[in-house]
């Protein structure tokens, strides 16, 4: 898609740097990857401990045997 937008200079040079990019385009490819990577990781961080897993030992070998089946080991 192309679009037009005026942009600082001053913050592309300095984002371009921090990125190691050399085009807009690929400075604002690489932005926008950025902020959805670190808004996913900060989704993760803020439902850590929130889900509940019991992998009490004796359960997790019932689970493999289920998954397993007749598998010879």
Known sequence: ???TVEI????LEEVQKLL???TIKDTVQA??????????LQ???DNLGKID???A???LRRHRRKRMGNVPR
């Open 31 to 40: 932005s926008m990857e950025f902020v959805k990577r670190q808004r996913q």
């Open 43 to 45: 989704d993760l961080a």
């Open 8 to 11: 600082n200079e001053q913050l």
């Open 57 to 59: 030992p004796e359960k």
């Open 53 to 55: 897993l019991d992998l």
């Open 1 to 3: 898609m192309k679009t």
């Open 20 to 22: 190691g990019t050399s």
